[in-house]
């Protein structure tokens, strides 16, 4: 849990993105870690997977497609102003979290059934708008970079 | 048991707390995401927690991969439009996008 809280706080800080892509990925390795102590096996494993595997890829990707020489100038205050505000962060948190967490509604019935028939039963619904999301992203990526080749072509002929 | 939740779900708070810190700060476009991916990191650890603890793991696991589908959907249309936008402008710069500012 502390490393996954410091590799966060890394990736939030550090200037070169490529390091903070890969702290980033450090972390969900983190709480796939803790998923799987909590038993959170499919959890676990699609963390590792998708998570630290194909979004790092795809942030590393990015990266290296925009790769230009201006730096990007940040806040110069960073290092002074991220510590206060984590304080007060932390702070808050263990004033609020005891009162805010007796109010969770107890469940009625635990649940009975396997991972694959919650999935497929009870939550069939989410499944229909995971496939439309994933449409929807594949169509939005795929016009981005179509409209970009036909800029790259008309320039051409110009 | 209770005092796991309250370490887990203290933890997911100190991580959306970080990502909205790091939307609010940053002007770095792929630092904004980071800050995203953060948010969505702290949720999926909030969700196992409380679902290991009120004895509902497999329903929470089932949120959190629809969660995870959805964020790597977001990331990926993000990251094209950043992309899109570092041809035109030469910058991730996040302040250099004026251009419908009126």
Known sequence: MIGLVVF????????????????????????????????????????????AGLITVLFITAIALTRSDEHVQESKYHLLVFPLFFLALVIID??????????????TSPETGTFGEILWKERSFDLIGQIGV???GVLAVLALFR???????????? | MNNFLILNMGAAALLIGIGIYCLLTMKNMVKLLIGIEIIAKGVTLALVATGMTKNNLMLAQSLVISVIVVDVAVIATALAIIISINRHTKSLDVRKLTKLKG
Do not use: C, W
Not at chain 1, 94 to 107: D, T
Not at chain 1, 147 to 158: A, F, M, T, W
């Open chain 1, 8 to 51: 966060s706080i890394l990736s939030v800080l550090v200037h070169d993105l490529l390091k903070a892509a890969i702290s980033l990925a450090a972390a969900s390795i983190f709480l796939a870690l803790l998923f799987f102590r909590m038993n959170a096996t499919y959890a676990g494993v699609f963390e590792i997977s998708v998570v």
């Open chain 1, 94 to 107: 263990i004033l609020v979290m005891k009162n805010l967490l007796g109010k969770i509604p107890a469940v």
């Open chain 1, 134 to 136: 994933i449409f929807a």
């Open chain 1, 147 to 158: 409209s970009r080749i036909k800029s790259q072509q008309g320039g051409k002929h110009e």
